[in-house]
């Protein structure tokens, strides 16, 4: 062998034994880290959440850790919880409801937020407009829009033609429901239904409420959209079996537990596609220039095994307007 020759073995033969080593140097997939904090329990949003990262390529304890947060349905909590997944340095901050996205807001100007529920974020003034959020946040409105709520009703009233007398349940926890009360008042004079109205936003609250619906004679309960609503679902849902009341509710979860209908914007999907922004921002991207989305459909799930319990035959007109049925 050469002298060239001999050189070019002795290098080749030098990269090859330290190519295993500079293989193992290599810095392996960074983590980053993401503040979870949600009013209600976070499993299925949660879920959803991991889901839309995995599509992305983020494995939770490979390249991601999610600090998860409950607000057990009590807005009062966020600003600690928020405060709380913030002093762990994280990278993005999750929030859900209008609620926990104004105490995000408050909480820091720095670090990137994403909402994933907000009834009318621009209302509330979390972005200046929808396409240029502005600022450290963007995320996903669940858009309800004016006159949503009295589409609760009307459906109510389809599927159960005689009915004359409904209660309405709503809370203070969500901040947009003060025009949801407003919308579906609106609605009841015009479809000659008597309408009563029930506030509860704490426990207490609450227990006062079903009782007085109980004893009102009312035919049909609307459950309207709240964090609050959201941690009492299975009450709620028995409540309503125990008097026979068919009961329209705000979020597809009501409905796969055993509610007979529910009516809006998939929630589980907001924070499936909030995956989308948080990866974006790791990315480098500005929240304030990724625009908030809006959800691409509302869907109608009615329970068909809860219509046969409470002795309701539900009209095909309504059934073809469905988007799920559960048998």
């Given at each position: 062998m050469g002298q060239i020759g001999r050189r070019t073995f002795l290098v080749s033969g030098a990269a090859l034994l330290l190519a295993p080593r500079a293989a193992r140097a290599q810095p392996a997939d960074k983590m980053h880290r993401i503040g979870f904090v949600v009013s209600t329990s976070p499993g299925a949003r949660r879920d959803a959440f991991l889901g839309g990262l995995r599509d992305l390529g983020y494995i939770e304890g490979r390249n991601i850790h999610i600090e998860t947060r409950f607000a057990e349905g009590r807005p009062d909590r966020f600003p600690g919880l928020i405060q709380e997944v913030i002093r762990l340095r994280i990278d993005v901050l999750v929030v859900g409801s209008t609620i926990g996205a104004r105490a995000a807001r408050q909480a820091t100007t720095t670090i990137p937020i994403v909402f994933a529920g907000s009834s009318d974020p621009v209302a509330a003034g979390l972005v200046a407009t929808l396409a240029r959020p502005?600022?450290?946040?963007?995320?996903?409105?669940?858009?309800?829009?004016?006159?949503?709520?009295?589409?609760?009703?009307?459906?109510?009233?389809?599927?159960?033609?005689?009915?004359?007398?409904?209660?309405?349940?709503?809370?203070?926890?969500?901040?947009?429901?003060?025009?949801?009360?407003?919308?579906?008042?609106?609605?009841?004079?015009?479809?000659?239904?008597?309408?009563?109205?029930?506030?509860?936003?704490?426990?207490?609250?609450?227990?006062?409420?079903?009782?007085?619906?109980?004893?009102?004679?009312?035919?049909?309960l609307i459950v309207m959209p709240s964090p609050f609503a959201a941690t009492r679902q299975g009450r709620l849902i028995e409540f309503a079996a125990s008097k026979r009341l068919p009961a329209m509710y705000f979020a597809e979860d009501f409905a796969d537990a055993g509610g007979l209908m529910s009516y809006g914007p998939s929630i589980v999907e907001a924070y499936r596609r909030a995956a989308t922004h948080v990866d974006k921002i790791l990315k480098g991207a500005r929240p304030g220039d990724i625009p908030v989305e809006q959800p691409t459909r509302f869907e109608l799930t009615i329970n068909l095994r809860t219509a046969h319990a409470l002795g309701l035959r539900i009209p095909e007109s309504v059934l073809l307007r469905a988007g799920r049925t559960l048998e």
């Open positions: 502005g600022g450290n946040i963007t995320g996903f409105s669940l858009a309800y829009g004016d006159g949503f709520a009295g589409k609760w009703l009307e459906l109510l009233q389809q599927a159960v033609p005689d009915i004359a007398h409904v209660a309405a349940l709503w809370s203070s926890s969500n901040a947009a429901a003060a025009g949801f009360v407003r919308e579906i008042q609106a609605a009841a004079r015009v479809l000659d239904v008597r309408l009563d109205m029930h506030h509860a936003a704490t426990p207490p609250e609450l227990d006062g409420a079903l009782t007085a619906i109980g004893g009102s004679g009312a035919r049909g």
